[in-house]
């Protein structure tokens, strides 16, 4: 039996479908925000308070959405994939829970953070947070009694989680699928790329064509939730015939 490693990678446009407001505006503002102020160490540093406050109403924002069709087709297939001997790593670049609610059995490579964790400043500590939702108070660390935590983001300027992990899939994967990514987004943005590089089978879907695309991905236009059900079980399909 042949065995396939599905690596697949998604962005904003999986989280879309659901509702969740994407940060970034056209005028290059994350929700009336300078991305300097709310997504940087700096900004951190310089008003704590005003950080705090973003993501804390980001972090509400979760309680209102639910996963879609996307993420409930996506968890199936990687469920299926692994309970038939193949591999299945999903890394995403959202920092919702919506992959996680779905149904995943296996860990979710967040690269960019998780909006429901927050972590220590200074002993690192990393807890899962969903009581303070709503406190415009800083959450003190239960460990080293620093004052308050911040959240578990990868901002501008930091390195994002997983990139061992996500590197090892990379050189493995046989299918390569790009959910919703605008590939502009940097390391994601080199991903697809690098599928090609190792020969793996590239899938794409987007609302418009991102610009990493190239003439031999197989490209799906159109929302996640209306489309990526249908690709990927074009996908299991083929993997079933060939294993």
Same mark, same amino acid.
């Given at each position: 039996?042949?065995?396939?490693?599905?690596?697949?990678?998604?962005?904003?446009?999986?989280?879309?479908?659901?509702?969740?407001?994407?940060?970034?505006?056209?005028?290059?503002?994350?929700?009336?925000?300078?991305?300097?102020?709310?997504?940087?160490?700096?900004?951190?540093?310089?008003?704590?308070?005003?950080?705090?406050? !973003?993501?804390?109403?980001?972090?509400?924002?979760?309680?209102?959405?639910?996963?879609?069709?996307?993420?409930?087709?996506?968890?199936?297939?990687?469920?299926?994939?692994?309970?038939?001997?193949?591999? !299945?790593?999903?890394?995403?670049?959202?920092?919702?829970?919506?992959?996680?609610?779905?149904?995943?059995?296996?860990?979710?490579?967040?690269?960019?953070?998780?909006?429901?964790?927050?972590? *220590?400043?200074?002993?690192?500590?990393?807890?899962?947070?969903?009581?303070? !939702?709503?406190?415009?108070? !800083?959450?003190?660390?239960?460990? *080293?009694?620093?004052?308050?935590?911040?959240?578990?983001?990868?901002?501008?300027?930091?390195?994002?989680?997983?990139?061992?992990?996500?590197?090892?899939?990379?050189?493995? *994967?046989?299918?390569?699928?790009?959910?919703?990514?605008?590939?502009?987004?940097?390391?994601?943005?080199?991903?697809?790329?690098?599928?090609?590089?190792?020969?793996?089978?590239?899938?794409?879907?987007?609302?418009?064509?991102?610009?990493?695309?190239?003439?031999?991905?197989?490209?799906?236009?159109?929302?996640?939730?209306?489309?990526?059900?249908?690709?990927?079980?074009?996908?299991?399909?083929?993997?079933?015939?060939?294993?």
């Amino acid at each position: 039996m042949t065995r396939h490693h599905v690596l697949v990678l998604t962005g904003a446009g999986i989280s879309a479908d659901s509702g969740v407001r994407t940060f970034r505006d056209a005028d290059g503002l994350w929700e009336g925000h300078r991305v300097e102020d709310v997504a940087t160490p700096d900004g951190w540093a310089r008003d704590p308070r005003r950080v705090w406050r !973003f993501y804390q109403e980001r972090r509400a924002q979760l309680r209102t959405v639910q996963p879609n069709a996307a993420h409930v087709a996506l968890a199936a297939f990687g469920n299926t994939l692994t309970a038939f001997g193949h591999t !299945f790593t999903l890394v995403t670049q959202n920092v919702d829970d919506l992959h996680d609610r779905a149904g995943h059995e296996d860990d979710v490579l967040h690269m960019h953070g998780e909006l429901t964790k927050l972590r *220590c400043e200074r002993c690192e500590t990393v807890i899962d947070d969903r009581v303070h !939702f709503d406190s415009g108070r !800083f959450v003190p660390c239960a460990v *080293c009694e620093h004052p308050r935590l911040r959240p578990h983001i990868v901002w501008f300027g930091e390195m994002p989680f997983h990139m061992a992990a996500i590197e090892r899939a990379l050189s493995s *994967c046989t299918h390569f699928v790009a959910i919703g990514t605008s590939g502009k987004v940097w390391p994601a943005a080199g991903m697809l790329s690098q599928a090609r590089a190792a020969g793996a089978v590239t899938w794409v879907q987007s609302l418009e064509a991102p610009d990493n695309l190239e003439a031999l991905d197989r490209y799906h236009e159109g929302r996640a939730a209306l489309v990526v059900p249908t690709l990927l079980g074009d996908l299991q399909r083929e993997l079933t015939a060939s294993s």
